[in-house]
């Protein structure tokens, strides 16, 4: 991981500077990216709440605080378990409780609003508006100070406490409404309070006095010269959990790091969380940490030191005394394409829809949208046709759709064309594209989507043309759009430390500028896992053994939080009020079966499935959930009918939906499939008909059997034959070896395939 400046070695001011009048055009290679915006083209906004110190940095966008660097006002941040909001006076701290919300689809969504919070205000001097002061990788400091005042507060992803410091004068708590004092409180540093139903602890220093001013309003009388103070938002009022809080309340969260590890030979990936912590009083130097369900859930390195927890949007969080813990999960591999398919009855059938593909295959790569967008999902649209031909042994049409593909990237990656364009901005640092499309401009929204499917498209035309995908010719931007969302280095002034990616929640948020009462939200979690696989393809084929290992961290960890949080695979986080089997949309505070664009079902389910690739095996974890999920459509149909509502197309993603259910019942998948339904605008009939043609042959996903190289995957038919693929992106031999035993000789940039019946009698 420390060598992964390698590939963020294009750095702005490393490379040439073409000024033309008023145009700026850096040159990359052979293409090039602009500093300036065209005509009437939109710019990014400022993110003035920012110290001075982090205001020397790129903007941390589209993180779950990023509501904070935007606005004077900010929005309440969903820390997990609390929740906070900034205001005028001070810092808001809240635990908030669930609220069954019905709708007019005629299901719920789940929220935890920020509301009734208890405030937290110096006393001898204004607070000034709040500012992002640090930027840990789970946790943040606020920064109140005005003038010589400081008033600054940690807060943290998991943690039940806020660390203050005062610099001078009182602090005043005030209390939504009357509170209770609890009683057997023996240290007099400690108050803790019961407040509609919630309990709260505040920790002053050694000297402190609690004064109560009214019956919604408690003085800590500091002492001179201390200025520490903490609070909390206690699980339980048992004076064994007011022990146990109060003993932690004084190690205080300096920062916090995330590290990660790859292991090719287990393919296994491990994630080490580290807070640096200071002592303000007393010898304990161990914080609270509160661990989520992907967290705890099956880790055995920290069964028995778990503590108590708490009910949350996330599931149960549960907090260990510790400075730190590790994570491992499995690494399921990728493929960049599956072989062909022969000898099937529908071979003819599968011929005749790659004619027609391939004829239409120009209009097909942009049929809706011109942005980064619409050209990126078309663009890998057209690479997935061009992987079938290949395979199906067509390479004249291969060439065809190639010479297509990369006269379209040339286009954009040029810096010559005036509608199509990258542009590079310092004022948050982040490379956005032109013409915008959803706010991805002026809000940020959604780079990893859009430049996901950039790097996908060109990591697999590297792999046929790898002299025109060089670093030096059109290769160069790509890694200005890898580095936009997945920088590994923190603090730099060029890209912040992965955009878009929560190391701590595992998953990715969309919305750049983080609005909304519910905090930041992501719909499409797949899109999110596209863009990953896009990294490793691209790290495979360049060699930047780094940035694989991001990849695959990213990667694997993505896939970890949609199957928790968004699909619920182990049952520990919907709430039975919920009536679908997945989310489709989680905010910081809220999670709701809906999109952003339409409440027709079909898109809705859709949504967090595309782009079908074979990037996502992930999704056939679990055969019984796809085919309860799937199974649940026909009544959601029903009920939006009853509204009036008619999708148009009546079957529209037909075609996603059964290459979903092929992941559970190819047979069944291949029935329902209709060769001349509707077909999602990043697919194509020929795509489908191979991918499901490929599981009817080769069988489900086999996630019992890993690999030791990063381009693998195994199947296995019901008879418990199992197929074995692997890929070498490499110039030489790889020799790979599955974790059953399985040995499989890869020559160079091929993709190997074997096949081995299990012994007698082993499943």
């Given at each position: 991981m420390n060598s992964t400046w390698r590939f963020l070695r294009l750095g702005l001011f490393g490379l040439l500077l073409t000024v033309t009048g008023a145009s700026q055009t850096v040159k990359v290679g052979a293409g090039a990216y602009r500093l300036d915006a065209l005509g009437s083209d939109k710019d990014v906004p400022p993110a003035p709440m920012r110290t001075e110190a982090l205001l020397k940095t790129a903007a941390q966008t589209s993180q779950?605080?990023?509501?904070?660097?935007?606005?004077?006002?900010?929005?309440a941040i969903f820390a997990q378990p609390l929740t906070f909001r900034a205001v005028a006076a001070g810092l808001e701290m809240s635990l908030p409780v669930k609220t069954v919300v019905a709708t007019e689809r005629k299901d719920t969504e789940i929220h935890y609003p920020h509301a009734d919070p208890v405030l937290i205000s110096p006393v001898a001097f204004v607070p000034g508006p709040a500012r992002l002061g640090k930027?840990?990788?789970?946790?943040?400091?606020?920064?109140?100070s005005r003038g010589e005042d400081r008033m600054e507060a940690t807060i943290a992803h998991g943690s039940p406490y806020a660390y203050l410091r005062v610099s001078r004068g009182d602090v005043q708590v005030g209390l939504p409404e009357v509170g209770v004092r609890l009683p057997s409180q023996e240290d007099p540093r400690v108050l803790a309070l019961r407040v509609k139903g919630k309990v709260y602890a505040f920790f002053g220093p050694t000297g402190v006095r609690w004064e109560q001013v009214s019956d919604r309003q408690w003085l800590a009388r500091m002492p001179t010269g201390r200025e520490h103070f903490s609070a909390a938002a206690l699980p339980d009022e048992r004076p064994e959990t007011l022990a146990l809080f109060t003993r932690h309340a004084y190690a205080f969260l300096e920062d916090t790091r995330v590290s990660w590890h790859y292991d090719a030979a287990t393919s296994t990936v491990e994630t080490r969380f580290e807070a640096t912590v200071l002592a303000v009083e007393g010898a304990e130097a161990r914080p609270l940490l509160g661990l989520y369900p992907h967290q705890w859930s099956g880790n055995a390195?920290?069964?028995?030191?778990?503590?108590?927890?708490?009910?949350?949007?996330?599931?149960?969080?549960?907090?260990?005394?510790?400075?730190g813990f590790t994570t491992r999960v499995a690494y399921p591999g990728l493929l960049p394409w599956w072989p062909g398919v022969k000898g099937t009855p529908?071979?003819?059938?599968?011929?005749?829809?790659?004619?027609?593909?391939?004829?239409?295959?120009?209009?097909?790569?942009?049929?809706?949208?011109?942005?980064?967008?619409?050209?990126?999902?078309?663009?890998?649209?057209?690479?997935?046709?061009?992987?079938?031909?290949?395979?199906?042994?067509?390479?004249?049409a291969r060439d065809a759709l190639l010479k297509l593909l990369k006269g379209r990237v040339e286009q954009w990656f040029s810096g010559t064309d005036r509608k199509t364009y990258f542009r590079y901005t310092r004022t948050l640092g982040t490379l956005v594209a032109y013409p915008e499309e959803y706010f991805s401009v002026e809000q940020v929204n959604d780079h990893h989507f859009h430049y996901g499917y950039w790097i996908f498209a060109m990591a697999q035309i590297a792999l046929r043309d790898p002299a025109w995908a060089a670093k030096d010719r059109w290769g160069g931007l790509v890694d200005k759009l890898v580095a936009d969302i997945a920088t590994p280095t923190r603090g730099g002034s060029e890209f912040p430390f992965l955009r878009n990616f929560d190391p701590y929640e595992s998953h990715s948020w969309a919305s750049g500028v983080g609005l909304g009462p519910f905090g930041n939200n992501q719909e499409s979690s797949s899109e999110a896992v596209n863009a990953w696989a896009g990294l490793i393809l691209w790290a495979e084929v360049t060699g930047d053994r780094a940035l694989r290992d991001l990849g695959i961290w990213l990667y694997s960890s993505e896939i970890k939080g949609i199957q928790t949080y968004w699909f619920d695979l182990d049952r520990q986080v919907l709430p039975p009020e919920y009536r679908n089997s997945e989310v489709s949309m989680l905010f910081g505070g809220k999670f709701a079966h809906n999109t952003w664009w339409?409440?027709?079902?079909?898109?809705?389910?859709?949504?967090?499935?595309?782009?079908?690739?074979?990037?996502?095996?992930?999704?056939g974890k679990d055969p019984g959930f796809v085919k309860r999920s799937l199974a649940e459509l026909p009544a959601q149909s029903a009920a939006w009918a009853t509204r009036g509502r008619r999708p148009d197309p009546p079957d529209i993603w037909q075609d996603v939906f059964a290459e979903y259910l092929a992941l559970a019942d190819p047979p069944a998948a291949l029935a329902q499939w209709n060769r001349w339904g509707a077909v999602e605008l990043g697919n194509t009939r020929s795509h489908t008909l191979h991918w499901l043609l490929n599981l009817e042959r080769m069988g489900l996903p086999d996630v019992s059997v890993t690999a030791d190289t990063a381009l693998y995957a195994v199947f296995r038919k019901p008879d418990g034959r199992r197929t074995y693929l692997a890929f070498n992106a490499g110039s030489a031999p790889l020799p790979v070896r599955f974790s059953d035993g399985t040995q499989l000789p890869v020559p160079p940039r091929s993709l190997a395939e074997t096949t081995a019946a299990p012994p007698a009698g082993v499943p």
């Open positions: 779950w605080y990023s509501t904070l660097i935007f606005n004077r006002t900010p929005e930027a840990g990788d789970w946790s943040i400091g606020i920064d109140f390195a920290i069964q028995g030191q778990l503590g108590p927890g708490y009910d949350t949007l996330r599931g149960r969080i549960l907090v260990l005394p510790a400075a529908r071979a003819a059938e599968l011929a005749d829809l790659l004619k027609a593909d391939v004829r239409r295959a120009r209009p097909m790569m942009l049929e809706i949208g011109n942005g980064p967008y619409w050209q990126g999902k078309g663009l890998q649209r057209i690479i997935q046709l061009m992987n079938v031909a290949e395979q199906q042994g067509d390479l004249e339409t409440d027709e079902p079909r898109q809705i389910k859709g949504i967090n499935l595309l782009p079908l690739t074979t990037a996502s095996l992930y999704l």
